[in-house]
């Protein structure tokens, strides 16, 4: 009923940028809150990044003033873009989106399938 198709994954080298796109698709009325987590070997998925309705953002420590979080409400997107990548950055990125659903319109979460970010040094 929902799908997301991430995009922009990739190699690049440290200190480098990459732009990171979701889309949303299906059957969607109003999207809630977006984000983006990220999963690095051998350690726990983490919020990194998200947007609520009204465009406010918070950021996880790790990526403040190097990662920014957009959305584009008419075109159900949200980006993120990342400069300055560390080699601690590596890791599979997940855009994840909140929708209200029937019957109950309860918000419920959406999962994209991941995108590989892998920064060399």
């Known amino acids: 009923q929902v799908q997301l198709v991430e995009s922009g994954g990739g190699l690049v080298q440290a200190g480098g940028s990459l732009r990171l796109s979701c889309v949303a698709s299906g059957v969607i009325f109003r999207i809630n809150a977006m984000g983006w987590y990220r999963q690095a070997p051998g350690k726990q998925r983490e919020l990194i990044a998200s947007?609520?309705?009204?465009?406010?953002?918070n950021y996880a420590d790790s990526v403040k003033g190097r990662f920014t979080i957009t959305r584009d409400n008419a075109k159900n997107r949200v980006y993120l873009q990342m400069n300055s990548l560390k080699p601690e950055d590596t890791a599979v990125y997940h855009c994840?989106?909140?929708?209200?659903?029937?019957?109950?319109?309860?918000?419920?979460?959406?999962w994209g399938q991941g995108t590989q970010v892998t920064v060399s040094s």
């Open positions: 994840n989106v909140v929708i209200p659903k029937a019957p109950d319109w309860q918000p419920r979460d959406y």
């Open positions: 947007i609520s309705t009204d465009k406010r953002t």
